[in-house]
């Protein structure tokens, strides 16, 4: 599958340079040494029933700053486990679960789309995690690692919800703004 669409389901490892591939089985809960969206124009939609886990081991590595690339969780809703960063290039657009946990050991840098479909996000790393979310919103988010998540290069809106209960929650002299916050 060089573009278009395609379900990623039975997988270990993801890389997509000049096409898509996956390689091994699947088990549950799943795991994902390295996703790696770019270089084509791909849609993926993660999972192919609801109750899975996708755990990346690595980063989750979204689009190539120029050529199109989407990625929907909204449609099995997994859980996903991201053990790295998160980078959602330009050209590139990731839609979270609308039901499923996702939680980030890493930093998070956005300069394409994310849409959190009104799910949280979970910041559990050790060290300092930094976000630059581009100034797109957040739905919920947590922060339960012991370390520091840190705001680079853009404010900070959040819909819904706050937590931090754990480590310390550092502005970093950008602007932080709650909506409907609980």
Known sequence: LNSGE???ANAAVVDVANG???VGTMNSPAKIVKIDISSVTT???LGT???QTLTVNDNLTLGDGTNP???NAGVFNPDIDVNGNVTINANAEFTASSSGAFSVAGN???SGIFSNNSETVAFDGAGTQTLNSSGAGFYKITHSGS???QL???ALTVSNSFTNSAGTFDLNGKNWTMTGAT
């Open 6 to 8: 395609g379900e990623l």
């Open 20 to 22: 898509f591939a996956y």
């Open 43 to 45: 849609i993926v939609r």
């Open 49 to 51: 029933a609801s109750g």
């Open 69 to 71: 690339a989407s990625v």
């Open 108 to 110: 998070w840098s956005n």
């Open 147 to 149: 370390g520091t998540l």
């Open 152 to 154: 680079t290069t853009n």
